[in-house]
Every structure is written in C-alpha cells, then in structure tokens.
C-alpha cells in the first residue's frame, strides 16, 4: 500500500517551526543535513521586524526574515501561515479572522510561488469558532496546535492538529523517536514534531542534543521525511 506523496512507506517524520525567524537558518541548514524536512509558519505581514523576546529569563533574538529572503530560505520546504500578524483568533470577530488567515496565505503564496495550504494557529489559541471560520472561508486544509497525543496513528480532524512532541522535549523526543524507529505498522503512521527555532538559544547546548535527534531518526528506508502538506494531505 501507498502513502505519503506516492512513497511506498507506512511511516513519515514531518517538522514544524513557528514565526519566520532568522534562527530558521541554522534550523534549516541542519535539516538539509540529515535530508529532513519542515513545514515554516509565517507571519506575512511581521516580515523583516527586528523583534526581541524576553523569556524565562533571557533576551531572546526574534528577528523576522525580510519578505524577500523568504522563497530562497524555505526553498525544499514548505511555507504555511501563521496569521498576518500573529494574533489569537478567537479574540476577532469572523472577518477579522479571514484577513487574518486568507490574506497571510495570500501574502506567502506570492511570496513563494507556491501553494499555501496549512497553517500553525498563533499562541496555539483557537476555538469551535475558528475552526469553523477556518473550514468554510479559507483555503487552510490543516492547522497545527499546541497539543499533544501519545499517537502516531492518523488524526481525524486536520484543523484541530496534535504533534507529539515539542523540540525542547529531548528526553520524549528520543524516547518517541525509538519507539518509532521500531515500529512496524500496518497503516500509516506519523511522528509530528513542532517547536521554534529561538527556542535553541535557551541553552548552548539545545543545538547538539536536537543534532543527536535528528541523527537518531534520519536515515530509515521505511521512514518518509516530507513537509507537513506532503505528509498530511
């Protein structure tokens, strides 16, 4: 049987990193590596903003992409939106999130040249309504959010979308990541990891442990390493 973009494979590893942020450079780099690949949501409209987080303690570099760097820095991955600029959703009324959603997907279609088709909800923050809204007045097929699950199998709602592990979370990551390399399904089977790429910059060492990762779960002729969009859809 046949999955995942006409690769004869019951199992796939997809990537997602939020915000279009300069970190996404090293992330990429390291991606290319290891012949993996992602999925990079976008705030079109935050394009090229010089913007400094302070988080737990530390000053965080949060520079965006400048718009016209972005269809060279993403090329071999996918691009999917991240809300024009960046907002919770269930706090604006339906239109506001149409423009929030369509035209940044809009924004990054031009920008690429490529079809924009999935999104990752800004903050993780949605509701019935969204969802909703999302269904019937986009062209959003999938929308990743700050959720979990224990499982690798299928889901069935896309706009409500789980990951399994985030890429701070090392100790689950190479636990999950084992228990992934060993399986062997009988029906399609996902391992979903989500994170920020500023997010290495907590610790001087989070770049080498995510490495021993990637080299963990790189490389499986049963595995097919694709884009959230070649996985999902």
């Known amino acids: 049987m046949t999955y995942f973009k006409d690769q004869s494979k019951r199992k796939a590893v997809t990537f997602s990193f939020d915000d279009g942020i300069i970190q996404d450079y090293r992330m990429i780099e390291l991606l290319n590596q290891y012949g993996l690949k992602a999925t990079f949501n976008v705030s079109s409209e935050l ?120 890429i701070l979370s090392f100790d689950r990551l190479m636990e999950m990541g084992r228990q992934f390399i060993e399986l062997q399904p009988d029906k399609p089977q996902i391992f979903y990891i989500w994170g920020h790429a500023y997010e290495m910059d907590f610790d001087s060492t989070n770049w080498v442990r995510l490495e021993e990762f990637f080299k963990l779960i790189s490389g499986h002729d049963d595995i097919f390493y694709g884009t959230n969009a070649q996985v999902l859809l």
Do not use: W
């Open 47 to 166: 394009l090229g903003n010089p913007d400094v987080l302070f988080l737990r303690g530390h000053r965080l570099c949060h520079y965006k992409i400048p718009a016209d760097k972005v269809k060279a820095t993403y090329e071999g991955h996918e691009v999917a939106a991240h809300g024009c600029t960046h907002p919770r959703l269930e706090h604006l009324e339906k239109y506001e999130i149409i423009h929030q959603v369509e035209d940044d997907r809009k924004n990054l279609e031009e920008l690429t040249g490529c079809p924009v088709v999935g999104m990752a909800y800004p903050y993780g923050s949605f509701d019935d309504r969204v969802v909703d809204v999302l269904r019937n007045h986009t062209g959003i097929q999938y929308a990743r959010t700050t959720k979990y699950t224990d499982s690798f199998d299928l889901q069935e709602d896309l706009l409500r979308l789980k990951s399994n592990a985030h």
